[in-house]
Every structure is written in C-alpha cells, then in structure tokens.
C-alpha cells in the first residue's frame, strides 16, 4: 500500500511539473503590447507563437507608434531585412523554453537596427522581454493585448 501512494505521488508530481512548465509557455504565446522602457510609449503588437522546430518567435503584426509613418521601413538594420517594412518582420528568433524563461534566441530593435541576445519571461500579467549586449542589458515590460 505504502509503494503505491508512493509511486502515485511521484507520477502526479511529473504530471503537475510538466503541465506548470507547458503553462508557462502557453502564457507567453500571444499577443502582445510593446512599451519603449526609455519614453513609457506604446510601440507595436508582436505575435509569439510557437513554431514547428520547437522554438518560439515574435512578428510585428501591428506598428502602434506612427512617428516615423505608417509602416517605418527597418533602414538602420544591417542584416536582410535591411530597408523592409517593420510590420510583418519577425523580430524574436530561435528562443527555446528552458524552465520557465525563454532564452537562447535573439532579438531586433528595428528602431536602432541591432540585434540583441534575448530572455522572456513572465511577472505576473506581464512579460519582461531582456535584451543583452555584452554585460549591458535593457528591460521592458509587455502587456497583453485586447
């Protein structure tokens, strides 16, 4: 009897591991609401999904701040997505699920056109999306969006 509660609870403890690691995941596909951390303003809506290859990316579905026109062209980029639209640009690469951050891939600024290593990961409502260069490193807080 006593192997057997013991034997149940390790299973439903696996079980429970794994479903709070998928919901992690599943929290942060979506999408969401980009606040620039240096002016407060809302700048686009990005889409995370989950691809095939297991890893997770981020498209521009909607560009919110219109300062530089309807749809700003990624001049400053360097790489091929030198002088093509923001919206439809996928700008969050290759992130993999490792506990319950994704890390690993890498993220655009299409503004300044640079490409930063990259960590997500959930506080509550909210996503903290971390992009790092070097030792140097810039916070911002997403929001769900409607």
């Known amino acids: 009897m006593k ?12 079980i429970n591991f794994g479903a709070v690691k998928f919901g992690f995941a599943q929290n942060m596909v979506g999408k969401w609401k980009t606040i620039d951390d240096e002016t407060g303003k809302e700048k686009s ?4 999904f989950k691809a095939k290859d297991g890893k997770y990316y981020g498209q521009v579905k909607e ?3 219109k300062t530089r026109g309807e749809n700003p062209l990624c001049d400053k980029c360097t790489d091929d997505r030198k002088g093509k639209p923001v919206k439809g640009m996928y700008i969050i690469n290759d992130m993999v699920l490792s506990g319950e951050t994704l890390s690993g891939g890498r993220i655009l600024d299409p503004q300044k ?8 990961w959930l506080e ?4 903290k999306v971390r992009g790092y260069w070097g030792i140097f490193y810039r916070t911002q807080t997403w929001h769900k969006a409607e």
């Open 3 to 14: 192997k057997n509660f013991i034997f149940i609870f390790a299973f439903s403890c696996l």
């Open 45 to 48: 809506i990005i889409q995370i």
């Open 63 to 65: 560009v919110l701040d």
């Open 113 to 120: 056109g640079k490409e930063y290593s990259c960590k997500i």
């Open 124 to 127: 509550g409502s909210k996503l």
